[in-house]
């Protein structure tokens, strides 16, 4: 009687066992199964409804300048265009120069004109120009200085004026502010203003618009130089006396050529723009995309 026990004991045990295994193989999954999507190889935005050649990922890098424009007119691009995902990042100027002649950005920011040796490394790269800008010159609140020549400007970050009180200022050693090499500004600023000079050993270089102004801020003997749209309560404006008359740097200054440092603003592709690059720096140029230019305190290219 213990044996045939024994046998059905073991039987119902096997079925139970291929019971189970069934079941499993009916009903589960690996956990690799169960987390790895599964690509198609299709984009996964072709059914939003956006407007032809708009759906992908637009990245836009390069100059602090401009990225003001290029952001806010980013956000409203993409409230109107919900297909569209675009990324923009600084860096500076010779940073918007390689990303677009290198591909690693479908659209570079300058806020320069190319030089010679960019046109020859990049021989496809094209200057879409979105605004014009004035650089300016800022001391701290506490230093307002009435005006300055651009040939004192220019001696002050030679190192050949040294002292605030040789410009008519406080009685204080000048600190001098100014861009890193990667920037537009800087390089534009070199030309025009320092006639390709050496800036003085002991200036103190910032990475973006932003950073020179704060600096300033906080610094009571400070001069610096930042784009006409950093301007704010928080710094003083120098004016430039020209001809004997003192410009104040301002959208009507800059407009009507009177300020004498003023300089393009520029988006920069790989050949003739095509879809979303097309599209989005045809809405820089329309009317409303304009209307960011000017909010942003820069110079607009149409009225």
């Known amino acids: 009687m213990a044996g045939k026990t024994t046998i059905v004991s073991g039987i119902i045990l096997i079925g139970l066992f291929i019971c189970a295994v069934l079941l499993c193989g009916c009903t589960g999954t690996t956990e690799t199964e169960k987390t790895t999507p599964v690509s198609t190889g299709e984009n996964p935005l072709k059914e939003t409804k956006v407007q032809p050649g708009a759906a992908g990922v637009l990245t836009i890098t390069g100059s602090t300048t401009v990225l003001p424009v290029a952001a806010q007119a980013a956000e409203i691009y993409m409230d109107t265009h919900p297909g569209v ?27 320069r004109d190319l030089k010679k040796e960019e046109k020859e490394k990049y021989p496809e790269l094209l200057e879409h120009q979105i605004a014009i800008d004035g650089i300016a010159i800022i001391t701290h609140k506490t230093n307002p200085i ?19 009180k040789e ?47 704060q600096s300033v801020a906080q610094t009571p003997a400070a ?15 120098v004016p430039i006396l020209v001809d004997g008359k003192s410009i104040i740097p301002s959208i009507e200054s ?7 440092i003023a300089r393009p603003l520029n988006f920069l592709t790989n050949g003739e723009p095509s879809g979303i690059i097309a599209e989005f720096i045809a809405f820089i140029d329309s009317p409303e995309g304009q209307k960011i230019v000017t909010e942003e305190g820069f110079v607009p290219l149409t009225n």
């Open 85 to 111: 995902d675009v990324q923009v990042n600084g860096g500076g100027s010779g940073a918007g120069v390689q990303s677009a002649g290198e591909g690693t950005a479908m659209i570079g920011m300058a806020s």
């Open 146 to 164: 009435a005006s300055l020549t651009l040939d004192q400007v220019k001696a002050i970050y030679n190192g050949n004026i040294t002292n605030w």
């Open 167 to 213: 410009v008519g200022g406080n009685d204080a050693s000048i600190v001098v502010i100014g861009r890193d090499s990667a920037s537009g500004t800087r390089e534009f600023f070199h030309e025009k203003v320092m006639n390709k000079e050496d800036f003085v050993p002991t200036q103190l270089e910032k990475n973006s618009n932003g950073a020179v102004k």
């Open 223 to 237: 001069i610096g130089y930042v784009g006409l749209g950093y301007i704010d309560e928080t710094i003083h404006a």
């Open 254 to 260: 800059v407009k009507d050529k009177s300020y004498p």
